[in-house]
Structures are given as C-alpha cells and as structure tokens.
C-alpha cells in the first residue's frame, strides 16, 4: 500500500466525521492506493458506531481501539498496523485540502525528504480571534505553522505531517508520556528531533494548508491557562530527559515565579479585570511555574533518553 492516513481521536465523533469527509474530497494520485486508520484512544462517545457507518471511494476504512489513555499510544497503534510505505497524519478536528494526499507524500515517495512538514491554519472565525491580542502573541499554542522556515522546517506538526514508514528502523516511535492524554504536548516535537538525530530529512510543504478547527473553549481564560501549564510540564519533560539540561536555581526560580503569578493578579484586581481578564504575561508565568514544577519532579528519574539521541538512557 501507499499511504496510510492515521487519525487519533477520543469524543469528537461529530467533528471526526467532517473531518474524514474532506479526506474524502482529497485527490488520491491515480497509481497509488490509500487506507484510512481510525485509532480510537479509549471515547465514551458514539466514536465506534460513527466509524462504523463511514466510507469513502477507493479508500478502506480500518478502527482500531487503543483504550491505554494517551494520543502517544494511539500513533503507536495506528502505525503498529499501517501497511503504507508512508504514514500521512491529521487529527479529528483538521478539515485537510484537495491536494493534500499528492502534496504531503509524493517528496517522500520521490526519494527528496524522509518526512514532510505541511502547513496548518484556522478557519474564518477562529483565525480573526486569533489576529486580535492578546491571542495574536499565543498561535503557535494552537498548531500554527507560521513560525517554521519553509526550506527547513525543524520540526512537524501532528494536524499535517507525513514520513516514511523506515524512519521507525532508527526511531522508537512517539514518547506515551507526551501530548494530550499525558503531559500534553511535544510528542511531535520531540518525535521530529529524534527522527533529524537519526540522520532522516524534514522538508516544508507549507502551502499545503489544513483547517484547524479547534475548539473554541480552548480561547476561554481556563483553556488558555490550562494550554499554558501542559505546554510548561511537556517542555520541562523535553528539557530533561532528551536535552539533559540542569539547574540548581530550579528552586529559586520557582519562588520566583510564584511571587510574579501573585504580582500580576493583584495587579489585575487593581484594573479590574480580576476573573475575566486574559492576561499574556500572566499565563506566561503559569507555564513556567508548570514547567519548574515538572522539572523537579522529573530530574528526581533517571534520564529517559541519552543526550539528544533515539536510545534509552543506560542504568
């Protein structure tokens, strides 16, 4: 087989439907064949009965139940059973263009790139919120690919990414203990390090554009703040077990860092947006206070990864 298209979803039912309807819409390349894996991570929706009655022209349709909670376990999954020569990858709440399959795969199929980084915008309606502060300052918390360089992207962004299925010959998969599920984010971050580690190629397709259509609440103060403290414990996750980094002013940092969240919350009760005020700097300081938080909690374990590399650490 081609590709193997892989989405990971847990209760979104309905939007996972649109979403594989524009999978739908895409062109498939004439000599190519493409299945579609559905990887169930453990819903309590209509997910199951949803799946069931989906079908698309040409494509297969596959669900495959991952009930360890954590999207980590669910790619792992998804790939476990894939039989593309590529894995293309969008999540349950990505609407993806016509072009996408040919666009994202053929640099790989072609020999030019190991894997391929695609672009990621929003939709009318989220996409004006998001160009008015303070959330103009916060996009790249919602999947953006605008700050990646188009000739050398560093990384990929799991809503639209593809690579090869040899990169899992050098690289161990995605880390369980990162993205949503479990730390909350970077298992695609750190996924794209290790894989540029390994000696494998990232190249941009960043005109190759999917709709990201998140959910609105995650614009609410506690979404903000919420998005803000998993980014902060995924990071110090990254920072100490694949960049081994050290600090012995962790401590003081975090006292610090307390003595600023309480700054700027009395500074919010004095202007008067105590309570409904989103405050950038104050959901800065959050994720720092996660990311001090984890950190001392992580660096009490043995460092999970050997420096900036693909093996486990040695006991």
Known sequence: MTVSIIICTRNKADSLKLTVESIGKAILPAE?????LIVDNGSTDSTETAAAAMALPGMPIRYVQEPRKGKGYAYNAGMAVARGRVFLFTDDDVRVPVDWIGGMCRPILDGKADAVAGGVAFPPDLAATLARPPFSSLRDWFASTDGLDRNSPGM????NMAFHRHVL???PGFDVELGPGALGFYEETLFSWQLLAAGYSIVGALDVVAEHHFDPARLTKEGLTDTGRKLGRSHAFVWYHWAHKKSRLVVPRLV??????YWVRCSNRISGNAGCGISVSGLRVEAQLAFYREYIAQRR???KYTLR???PQAK
């Open 156 to 159: 990929m962004v799991g809503a």
């Open 32 to 36: 190519w064949d493409a299945e579609l």
């Open 256 to 261: 610090l860092s307390l003595l600023r969240r």
């Open 169 to 171: 010959d050098q690289v």
């Open 301 to 303: 374990r043995r460092h």
């Open 309 to 311: 590399g693909l093996a």
